[in-house]
Antibody, heavy 116, light 107 residues
Framework: QVQLVESGGGLVKPGGSLRLSCAAS????????MTWIRQTPRKGLEWVSY????????FYADSVKGRFTISRDNAKNLLYLQMNSLRVDDTAVYYC?????????WGQGTLVTVSS | AIQMTQSPSSLSASVGDRVTISCRAS??????LGWYQQKPGKAPKLLIY???SLQNGVPSRFSGSGSGTDFTLTISSLQPEDFATYYC?????????FGQGTKLEIK
């Protein structure tokens, strides 16, 4: 069955960097668009970034543009989110999700805490 | 960005009740809307896509309707496992945007 497993979250100081990974299995990863979505108690669910199946098309939310970079390795079935210049308000649970007609599979999430 | 206004923000209901949750888009989004259910500590789960199509494995008591700017999620007969938070999401234009959620609680 489809499985998405995020990793790489943790505690980081403002201005720091983290790289999140999402390991995919149970489906042909290279056939699907992938996305990162984050959630905070205050702001709810927020779409962060999208990458097409080949990686040729990428979009970002304005709140992370210029600081975050999404990428994928189809040979390794891995999705990444490189997060630089982290801010306190980037603190959230980050989910990766697979998109077909909608976000039909999600990982369990990884917590990123940005705090001094 | 398209704004999604979801109502109500919370709702108390009893097992067996019929409930409806609404979502309004700030501009037309055709039928590019999904509904998701989230339980505490878990990732959201897709219930409805393309406004009215039931995701595989989701009970038929869930249904969606609407097009353009106004959408509705209906649960025909609430079951104990349905008490959760529900979100709409528009995937018509980037940035994709979620409603603020409806927390469905037991009366």
């Amino acid at each position: 069955q489809v499985q998405l497993v995020e990793s790489g979250g943790g505690l980081v100081k403002p201005g720091g960097s983290l790289r999140l990974s999402c390991a995919a299995s149970g489906f042909t990863f290279s056939d699907y668009y992938m996305t990162w979505i984050r959630q905070t108690p205050r702001k709810g669910l927020e779409w962060v970034s999208y990458i097409s199946s080949t990686g040729s098309t990428i979009f970002y939310a304005d709140s992370v543009k210029g600081r975050f970079t999404i990428s994928r390795d189809n040979a390794k079935n891995l999705l990444y989110l490189q997060m630089n210049s982290l801010r306190v308000d980037d603190t959230a649970v980050y989910y990766c999700a697979k998109k077909w007609l909608a976000f039909d599979s999600w990982g369990q999430g990884t917590l990123v805490t940005v705090s001094s | 960005a398209i704004q999604m206004t979801q109502s109500p923000s919370s709702l108390s209901a009893s097992v067996g009740d019929r409930v409806t949750i609404s979502c309004r888009a700030s501009q037309g989004i055709r039928n590019d809307l999904g509904w998701y259910q989230q339980k505490p500590g878990k990732a959201p789960k897709l219930l409805i896509y393309a406004a009215s199509s039931l995701q595989n494995g989701v009970p038929s008591r869930f249904s969606g309707s609407g097009s353009g700017t106004d959408f509705t999620l209906t649960i025909s007969s609430l079951q104990p496992e349905d008490f959760a938070t529900y979100y709409c999401l528009q995937d018509h234009n980037y940035p994709y945007t979620f409603g603020q959620g409806t927390k469905l609680e037991i009366k």
